[in-house]
């Protein structure tokens, strides 16, 4: 997969693109829902015998214009752009979410980013926006569009009559309800982080202060290094500090370790007796 980072510099140096199929979104988190859209994208773009392209952004429009709001994310660009990979995306273009990008009318949207790669199809769901204020839909896209590519709406995925939704995993994952969390991600949540050792804790600090973090609580989880994983538990205190229980994994000479958490369930009772041992991560 071809990473691309977008801006309007970018933009107006691009020599002429090949056509694509286009979806479209911020995609945080890329659960169930994100993935609909995706795999619709997909099956059009392999009907046209044409790459798949996503177009997702920077940051969040609500760190933009309220950059002390309390928002988090789900996942990390890094992250986003791996379950891009898994999703067989073959382009993803990463566009600078900054005042001129959210000063744009719909129609400078459509000219400047969606005409000028060259997508022959735009694919995104029931409840994508855009322009400035966000203030079109997809209806208004698919009249903007006049012709020069297809627009295709996917309908709102729903699980127990609620909407599949990034603020609904947020929710969930910020009271501690991981399984649920999980169930709409398609996968298990996680993070990576810093392994470090003071005070006869293990204490993980996130790579990034922005993302989404469970509720204070004891939970259970895989922490894995570059050559071991094991099943842990993990707490995250009522400040936010994370400590770990791990029996193979340990720094060594003060230095941090970087790690993975992949976050299973809340825990109720002690549990750390039922932790198995750890095991070394298969090469290659």
């Known amino acids: 997969m071809k990473v691309i980072a977008l801006n309007a510099q970018k933009l107006n140096q691009m020599p002429k693109q090949a056509p694509i199929v286009l979806a479209l979104g911020f995609?945080?988190?890329?659960?169930?829902?994100?993935?609909?859209?995706?795999?619709?994208?997909?099956?059009?773009?392999?009907?046209?015998?044409?790459?798949?392209?996503?177009?997702?952004?920077?940051?969040?429009?609500?760190?933009?214009?309220?950059?002390?709001?309390?928002?988090?994310?789900?996942?990390?660009?890094?992250?986003?752009?791996?379950?891009?990979?898994?999703?067989?995306?073959?382009?993803?273009?990463?566009?600078?979410?900054?005042?001129?990008?959210?000063g744009l009318?719909?129609?400078?949207?459509?000219?400047?980013?969606?005409?000028?790669?060259?997508?022959?199809?735009?694919?995104?769901?029931?409840?994508?926006?855009?322009?400035?204020?966000?203030?079109?839909?997809?209806?208004?896209?698919?009249?903007?569009?006049?012709?020069?590519?297809?627009?295709?709406?996917?309908?709102?995925?729903?699980?127990?009559?609620?909407?599949?939704?990034?603020?609904?995993?947020?929710?969930?994952?910020?009271?501690g309800e991981i399984k649920a969390a999980n169930a709409l991600l398609g996968y298990a949540y996680e993070l990576t982080g810093q392994l470090t050792a003071a005070h006869h804790l293990l204490i993980i600090t996130p790579d990034s202060p922005l993302q989404q973090l469970p509720a204070a609580g004891r939970y259970f989880c895989i922490v894995r290094d570059d050559h071991l994983q094991e099943p842990a538990v993990v707490t995250v205190e009522e400040n936010q500090q994370i400590t770990v229980m791990l029996s193979g994994i340990k720094p060594q000479d003060n230095a941090p370790i970087s790690v993975k958490v992949t976050w299973l369930q809340q825990l109720s009772v002690d549990t750390a007796e039922l932790v198995l041992p750890s095991r070394r991560v298969a090469e290659g």
């Open 105 to 175: 009318t719909p129609t400078e949207f459509v000219d400047q980013y969606l005409l000028k790669l060259n997508a022959q199809a735009v694919v995104a769901g029931f409840d994508y926006t855009f322009g400035r204020g966000g203030s079109h839909g997809m209806a208004d896209l698919d009249r903007l569009s006049d012709g020069r590519f297809d627009v295709v709406t996917v309908k709102q995925l729903t699980e127990r009559r609620e909407k599949v939704s990034s603020t609904r995993i947020r929710h969930l994952i910020g009271h």
């Open 27 to 102: 995609f945080d988190g890329v659960h169930q829902g994100h993935q609909q859209v995706i795999q619709t994208a997909k099956r059009l773009a392999d009907e046209r015998h044409l790459p798949l392209a996503v177009m997702t952004f920077n940051r969040h429009a609500s760190r933009l214009f309220q950059p002390d709001s309390p928002f988090r994310y789900l996942n990390t660009i890094d992250q986003k752009t791996a379950h891009m990979a898994e999703n067989e995306v073959n382009l993803l273009y990463i566009a600078d979410f900054d005042q001129r990008l959210a």
